[in-house]
């Protein structure tokens, strides 16, 4: 990717992450999400070792973005509560913030011959950690955590709470930063 194909991209980007932030209500405090993406990385670019261009990771904060409108328009829908759909909105647009950290940890893994699984486990506690530090409260981290290998995990073995089926199912919902479905989601997973 050269840097004008990559700006280009981030124009586009900019503007879904823009739309679905504007389909959250104003009682979301969206200064801890943003500071949750810049602290994880996304608004950066990542450079390849012979220093080119290699990537961006701002596709993961429109995913989380995406992955948010969704998870509060199903929350509202059912729950309520309005505090309980906010928390999971919130939850839902954090739940990838670590996601440049854990895969760097998982390459570096991968170079040295290492226990690829063990490096997901520890990037899990590593994530609960970085979004403890920032200031999420536990009940939004055990909710940004039911995404993912952990909350299939949780999903499978029946100890989540509805509140943490709708972030897992929002996140199951969104492909990149495009809502689709579950089905096509997981289509495009196996590709």
């Keep these: 990717m050269d840097a004008r194909e ?3 991209d981030f124009g586009e980007i900019l503007k879904a992450i823009h739309h679905y932030l504007n389909l959250l209500p104003p009682e979301i405090n969206l200064q801890p999400v943003l500071r949750a993406w810049e602290a994880g990385g996304l608004w950066n670019f990542g450079w390849s070792e012979d220093g080119k261009l290699a990537r961006h990771w701002l596709n993961a904060a429109a995913h989380q973005a995406a992955v948010g409108a969704l998870a509060y328009g199903i929350a509202a829908s059912i729950i309520p509560v309005p505090q309980s759909a906010t928390r999971i909105a919130t939850a839902a647009l954090v739940h990838d913030a670590y996601k440049r950290r854990e895969y760097e940890a998982l390459e570096r893994a991968k170079q040295n011959c ?6 997901n486990r520890q990037a899990d506690r590593e ?14 981290i055990a909710l940004a955590q ?5 909350g299939l995990k949780y999903m499978m073995q029946g100890w989540t709470t509805l509140d943490q089926q709708i972030v897992f199912y929002a996140d199951c919902c969104v492909s990149n930063y495009d809502i689709v479905g579950y089905k096509k989601r997981f289509d495009d997973l196996l590709i």
């Excluded at 290492?114 to 490096?119: I, R, V, Y």
């Excluded at 039911?146 to 952990?150: I, R, S, V």
Aim: with cysteine; charged share 20%.
């Design 6 to 8: 990559c700006l280009a």
């Design 114 to 119: 290492g226990d690829l699984p063990a490096a």
């Design 127 to 140: 994530s609960e950690r970085f979004l403890r530090n920032i200031g999420f409260s536990p009940r939004i």
């Design 146 to 150: 039911a995404t993912g290998d952990l």
